[in-house]
């Protein structure tokens, strides 16, 4: 079944999980939760798996975060209050549900990463597969779901492991590339704000400046000469030189100059967008040029990452929500991507949903997020 919708706004190893310890921790609600750990290469993730009520095998479900967060700069864990109510929401439908705590977050070993997509796949089937181990989970239907940067990751796991996951998720998904959803968001929220188109252009520059910088081979190269022209000589004149002109942009002096430039426009209404204070600057001063040149070696492939080049091979079934008003990422392009892109996988079990009146924080108290996926899943028990 192929669908597209417009939704009305109403309404670890342990053998056999031995080593788990189940704890009903919420009297009088139809779930119970068991702590778990998760083998992931040297370290363990910590997680908590919810069930349903009755006996098993029961479908679950793997909640995957999305990016972290500019306040913490880390991504959220099994305590985060948006995953216990996603959990407990999806277990009322009756799926086991697993939240867990990333690399060096809350009860998980190890050290938090940087953000990159394919650590992030590994990382989420490491979860998956830890449930296909658990007695009480039905090992032929076990999804993921995704929300934000998570969609991402949900999709390209989907398309590496098409054996393995059953179903997916996405939430709030982007159907453009890493680097252009940058650069896009930071754009609409500078125009949502109420910032001149000056200030927009400015920010756009700025942003696809930042981007060329973090790549091995830069891709904006043109636009940022293009927009550039139109805005005039400032700071950003100074950055495209280090960018695209020093011969080595990762320099100590190089990197001096651009903790500068920042320095200089952090406090300027149009860059809120693209968290300076909260996310570059203390990444920069903290960073030495071996790890600019690591991190960027990193980063180069997650930033050229793009949905085209993998959910062409997903052809588990799908559930896309979208918000209408959604000024992170495009929806209506990432609808229509999303529809191309799954049409060409030959998927004919695929369902998407716009969400009117509603932006990228779509959660469990959303109006008729909970009607709609309760609906599908039971479609797909």
Known sequence: MRRLGVLAAMVLMVAACGGDSATDVSPGHPWTEQEVTIPFGEDELF???????????????????????????????????????????????????????????????????????DDRVAESMAALHHLQTHPDVRTDNVGLWGVSQGSWIIAKAAADYPDDVSFIISVSGAGISVADQQVWGVETQTRAAGLTEQDVAKAGLLARLLIDWQLIDPIYREPTAQIASTVGSGPWSDLSKIVYS???????????????????????????????????????????????????????????????????????????????????????????????????????????????????DIDWTTPGYNEAVSRWLEEHE
């Open 246 to 360: 020093s011969g080595d942009s990762t320099s100590p002096r190089s990197i001096e100059g651009v903790i500068a430039i920042l320095d200089v426009v952090q406090d300027e209404p149009w860059t809120d967008a693209l968290y300076l204070t909260e996310l570059y600057l203390p990444r920069l001063r903290s960073a030495t040029p071996d790890d600019i040149v690591a991190m960027r070696q990193s980063l180069d492939l997650s930033l050229r990452t793009d949905p085209k080049d993998y959910m062409i091979d997903v052809r588990c079934p799908v559930l896309a929500l979208f918000g209408e008003d959604d000024i992170v990422q495009p929806t209506e392009t990432s609808a229509a991507l999303f529809e191309e892109y799954l049409t060409a996988a030959g998927n004919s079990d695929f369902e998407i949903i716009v969400m009117p009146s509603v932006g990228h």
């Open 47 to 117: 997680g908590v798996l919810a069930f349903p009520p009755g006996e098993g095998p029961h479908s679950a479900i793997v909640l995957v975060d999305g990016a972290a967060s500019t306040t913490t700069r880390v991504r959220a864990g099994a305590a985060s209050a948006a995953f216990i109510g996603f959990s407990r929401a999806m277990v009322r439908d009756g799926y086991a549900v697993l939240r867990y705590d990333p690399p060096g977050v809350g009860r998980s070993t190890g050290e938090y990463p940087i953000e990159i997509i």
